[in-house]
Nanobody, 122 residues
Framework: QMQLAESGGGLVQAGGSLRLSCTASGRTFSSYAMGWFRQAPGKEREIVAYISWRGHSTYYADSVKGRFTISRDNAKNTVYLQMNSLKPEDTAVYYC???????????????WGQGTQVTVSS
């Protein structure tokens, strides 16, 4: 089992920034690809970004490309999501998840955190 714990969410004005963190325990973090997903009220959960186990490969949803950056520190068992130029439409619960390989599909991710709320006011 792997336990994932997100932090760093909160309320921010449009145009502001937040950095989300997700710390893992229980399994070898560096063996897993990591993803960030989000779910807005009334909408399906969607991929935001992923990063390969060594950090050499990343992916971003079109809606966040150029504004969000995913990174990881395997020594700290932590993956980050730096979110800049936030928009009201970025408001959602953000989840980190771990997968055996990189994927944009939710079903590929075996372990999930509880989520952290991000609210962007206009």
């Amino acid at each position: 089992q792997m336990q994932l714990a997100e932090s760093g969410g909160g309320l921010v004005q449009a145009g502001g920034s937040l950095r989300l963190s997700c710390t893992a325990s229980g399994r070898t973090f560096s063996s897993y690809a990591m993803g960030w997903f989000r779910q807005a009220p009334g909408k399906e959960r969607e991929i935001v970004a992923y990063i390969s186990w060594r950090g050499h490969s990343t992916y971003y949803a079109d809606s966040v490309k150029g504004r969000f950056t995913i990174s990881r520190d395997n020594a700290k068992n932590t993956v980050y999501l730096q979110m800049n130029s936030l928009k009201p439409e970025d408001t959602a619960v953000y989840y980190c998840a771990a997968a055996a390989g990189i994927s944009t599909q939710m079903r590929a991710y075996q372990y999930w955190g509880q989520g952290t709320q991000v609210t962007v006011s206009s």
